[in-house]
């Protein structure tokens, strides 16, 4: 089993360029949550779904989008990519709080 | 405002010695803390957890501990080896809205032989 898969693993975007993160698990996880870690600030909750079909905003939500067409895929999308969205990018799972997540190994997105 | 805070970005221990790394809220309402553990370019991986209705939890070399009145928890690492240095998260929840998870900044533990 592999868990939680995300891809990319390294992205380079110029301003204003967009692009799709995908992340997929094969846990049969209710539960997904996208966050960014940014270096001093730890990780941040930009969009989470409890569920196929659902989204919901988390702490850091603007300048991107999510979709859950499907249980095993989250993405997250970047319409028009800017300096301040570098960030490694943390797709996680969890069969429902309280919050033992499971993660995938990150993306490293740098926006030029 | 931070709701978890952990004030040591960075904390270095003998090998074989105890690592406490320490972390506060100030959020009354969580009812769930964890840490996280996070080895470079890797996702973080969970370690322990505890309910607020527990002082203690107890795996192996990592126990935790919970002072609700202080709004502060603890994880000690007893003893300590050199795959113990990782960036560690603390984390708490609140049941009540939604369950997500909101991190502290991290302490980066450094482990010497």
């Known amino acids: 089993n592999a868990g939680v898969t995300q891809t990319p693993k390294f992205r380079v975007l110029k301003t204003g360029q967009s692009m799709t993160l995908l992340c997929a698990q094969d846990?049969?996880?209710?539960?997904m949550y996208w966050y960014r870690q940014d270096p001093g600030m730890g990780l941040r909750l930009i969009h989470y779904s409890v569920g196929e079909g659902t989204t919901a905003k988390g702490e850091v939500p603007d300048g991107y989008n999510v979709s859950r067409l499907k249980k095993q895929n989250f993405l997250l999308g970047l319409e028009s990519a800017a300096p301040s969205q570098t960030s490694v990018y943390f797709c996680?799972?969890?069969?429902?709080?309280?919050?033992?997540?499971?993660f995938g190994s990150g993306t490293q997105l740098s926006v030029l | 405002d931070q709701q978890v805070k952990q004030n040591s970005p960075s904390l270095s221990v003998q090998e074989g010695r105890i690592s406490i790394l320490n972390c506060d809220y100030t959020n009354s309402m969580f009812d769930y803390f964890l840490w996280y553990k996070k080895y470079p370019a890797e996702g973080p991986t969970f370690l322990i957890s505890i309910s607020s209705i527990k002082d203690k939890n107890e795996d192996g070399r990592f126990t935790v501990f919970l002072n609700k009145s202080a709004k502060h928890l603890s994880l000690h690492i007893v003893p300590s080896q050199p795959g113990d240095s990782a960036v560690y998260f603390c984390?708490?929840?609140?049941?009540?809205?939604?369950?997500?998870?909101?991190f502290g900044k991290g302490t980066k533990l450094s482990v010497k032989p």
């Open positions: 996680a799972t969890a069969g429902g709080p309280p919050g033992k997540l499971f």
């Open positions: 846990m049969n996880h209710e539960y």
């Open positions: 984390a708490a929840s609140a049941l009540r809205s939604q369950g997500n998870l909101i």
